[in-house]
T-cell receptor
Framework: GNSVTQMEGPVTLSEEAFLTINCTYTATGYPSLFWYVQYPGEGLQLLLK?????DKGSNKGFEATYRKETTSFHLEKGSVQVSDSAVYFCALTPKNSGNTPLVFGKGTRLSVIA | ETGVTQSPTHLIKTRGQQVTLRCSSQ?????VSWYQQALGQGPQFIFQ???????GRGNFPPRFSGLQFPNYSSELNVNALELDDSALYLC????????????FGPGTRLTVT
């Protein structure tokens, strides 16, 4: 089946530190991969995506590269800010699925302290 | 461009009751998906609607049902509520040309007592 595994949180970093949140997946075929962010009290926002191997998604200083050989899509940011504090979800959509449901990981809570 | 909206924001129900949650899709989007997010967990796919018909379903019992209307808005109905139904219910809309990009509403927080 399709599944996503994320590193467990919470992750606590000081402002301007480097961030990595690991994500690996299991899927049939070549899924599309996503990172969503959920700020306190809000719904999910699409942060970035990659639809094929070696694609790099990027947005707001965050990056993730679709690695087929390691079935990974790790999220990175070079210098985090307090405003990045949120829960981050890695997700996939199986491309062979006509109804494109998103399969999510359990989420990783990030806290950035000044 | 209007984003995805959901109502109500919060809801408290008693075990055994029925509940209806509502979702208006983003302008230009004709596909609506519903997800259940239990506390501390990732969202779980409930079902998806396209052209007013269910177009895929996750591992949820039949007491979870839905509707989609001609204006693409949608309802999620849950009958015979159980304590474990307490969760954040998220609606997401997408267009048929960009199926892989789903845009989420703020969610409805349902508490079953």
């Amino acid at each position: 089946g399709n599944s996503v595994t994320q590193m467990e949180g919470p992750v606590t970093l000081s402002e301007e530190a480097f961030l990595t949140i690991n994500c690996t997946y299991t899927a049939t075929g070549y899924p599309s991969l996503f990172w969503y962010v959920q700020y306190p009290g809000e719904g999910l926002q699409l942060l970035l995506k990659a639809t094929k191997a070696d694609d790099k998604g990027s947005n707001k200083g965050f990056e993730a590269t679709y690695r087929k050989e390691t079935t990974s899509f790790h999220l990175e940011k070079g210098s985090v800010q307090v405003s990045d504090s949120a829960v981050y979800f890695c997700a996939l959509t199986p491309k062979n699925s006509g109804n494109t449901p998103l399969v999510f990981g359990k989420g990783t809570r990030l806290s950035v302290i000044a | 461009e209007t984003g995805v909206t959901q109502s109500p924001t919060h809801l408290i129900k008693t075990r055994g009751q029925q509940v209806t949650l509502r979702c208006s899709s983003q302008s230009g989007h004709n596909t609506v998906s519903w997800y259940q997010q239990a506390l501390g967990q990732g969202p779980q796919f409930i079902f998806q609607y396209y052209r007013e018909e269910e177009n895929g379903r996750g591992n949820f019992p039949p007491r979870f049902s839905g509707l989609q209307f001609p204006n693409y808005s949608s309802e999620l109905n849950v009958n015979a509520l159980e304590l474990d139904d307490s969760a954040l219910y998220l609606c997401a809309s997408s267009s048929r040309t960009e199926l892989y990009e789903q845009y989420f509403g703020p969610g409805t927080r349902l508490t079953v007592t």
